[in-house]
């Protein structure tokens, strides 16, 4: 590759350390500044508004992300290392802060790199490899800025850069006007329920069947893709519905399609919706319901009522089966089940499309990444590859 030159990260860009936003003005009201957290950051890269934690107190200006900065994380979301020094471009149409286990990357040589570049270059093998290996910790691994500093790889020219940024931002934009439209759906369904409801509640029980999990045998699960999809809690929630990581051939408790996934384990009440026949871990509840799209929006139209149960338990929030089955939920107005439903399983389906179609972009996007990275695909082919599925 002649065109290609080894190169330091150390010596193209800085890292800068977030702010530790005191937890006493943590908060959950989405009109108020988000802070951005390592469950923002998908595996493999790319950020997603997810895990939404805001913050209610002053906020320094310095700390104020703006769009299109690129951020890194720098502590794992949980005991692994699936999201570990992984970066994100901050979108648009919020305010995002910088908070502490974050990273705020900053090029000191646009001349050498671009900054585009960096958020697809951040996501390869080689990088990857390096922050792994490098990272410490027993129970939540840690990297740092001088670990990802001292990272050196091959790169391309600068019009290369911006050749191979182009090629995967187009993807990304348009898993970008997914995302908005899959929001703007759940802002709508979210009025919708909250129009149709009435005065008083009624307990969950009485509107869903609930199965609570139970774990598999250990033996029985692998990452093969052998007997059926297990999820423990909520790891492996998405947006909408969890992604398959974990089988399990001795399922104990299980959900089907269309059924709503509630964790009963800290986070206690996050929801996402079942795609197929599932095995329930111990983190986690299945709901059942005639209209399932109905219990799925009037779930995340309270959650408030979650709040109790966030401090339960000796080591974490936990709701157990009476509770959820006595777990108050606003009463739907009879005269407008029947119209509510058919309302929300159409903008369900909607969201699904899109969610679907954004799967397929970013596994293109995610194919054709070593490639470009490698040099084994020019920038020109992927265009006509882009241009094929965009």
């Not at 740092?144 to 019009?159: A, C, E, T």
């Not at 940024?165 to 990304?172: R, S």
């Not at 000796?314 to 157990?320: A, L, Q, R």
Request: proline content about 6%.
């Amino acid at each position: 590759m002649p065109d290609w030159t080894s190169m330091r990260l150390g010596d193209v860009m800085t890292i800068k350390h977030g702010f530790a936003f005191p937890g006493s003005d943590f908060s959950e009201d989405p009109t108020l500044p988000t802070l951005v957290t390592p469950g923002n950051f998908m595996i493999g890269g790319g950020f997603q508004d997810a895990r939404p934690k805001t913050f209610a107190g002053d906020v320094p200006a310095e700390y104020v992300l703006r769009p299109g900065d690129l951020v890194v994380t720098m502590t794992d979301l949980s005991r692994n290392t699936d999201t570990l020094g992984y970066p994100g471009l901050i979108p648009d149409g919020k305010i995002y802060l910088h908070n502490q286990r974050i990273g705020l990357v900053e090029v000191t040589q646009p001349s050498k790199i671009h900054h585009q570049f960096l958020n697809y270059y951040m996501r390869g093998a080689a990088y990857r490899n390096h922050v792994v290996v490098t990272a410490s910790g027993s129970t939540v691994r840690h990297t740092s800025p001088s670990r990802i500093l001292s990272f050196v790889g091959l790169v391309p020219s600068l019009d290369m850069q911006r050749g191979i940024a182009e090629v995967l931002g187009a993807l990304d934009d348009k898993i970008a006007a997914n995302s908005t439209l899959v929001a703007i759906g759940e802002d709508l369904a979210g009025a919708l329920v909250r129009d149709a409801v009435g005065v008083g509640s009624q307990s969950l029980g009485s509107i869903a069947a609930i199965t609570m999990g139970s774990s598999p045998p250990g033996t029985s699960c692998n990452e093969v893709g052998k007997g059926m999809v297990f999820y423990q809690g909520v790891r492996d929630f998405g947006v909408r519905s969890p992604s398959n990581r974990v089988w399990t051939t001795e399922p104990v408790r299980t959900a089907e399609a269309g059924d709503t996934l509630v964790s009963v384990r800290a986070p206690v009440g996050r929801t996402n919706v079942a795609t197929e026949t599932t095995c329930l871990g111990r983190g986690l509840a299945g709901l059942r319901s005639d209209s399932p799209s109905t219990i799925y929006h009037l779930l995340r139209s309270v959650p408030e009522v979650w709040a109790p149960y966030e401090a339960e338990g000796t080591v974490f929030g936990s709701i157990n089966k009476t509770q959820l089955d006595s777990l108050p939920v606003p009463v739907v107005e009879p005269s407008h089940a029947s119209a509510l439903e058919v309302r929300l399983s159409a903008i369900d389906r909607r969201v699904t499309t899109a969610l679907d179609e954004s799967a397929m972009l970013a596994a293109t996007r995610d194919a054709l990444l070593p490639l470009l990275m490698s040099g084994k695909v020019k920038v020109k082919d992927a265009e006509s590859v882009v241009g094929g599925v965009i």
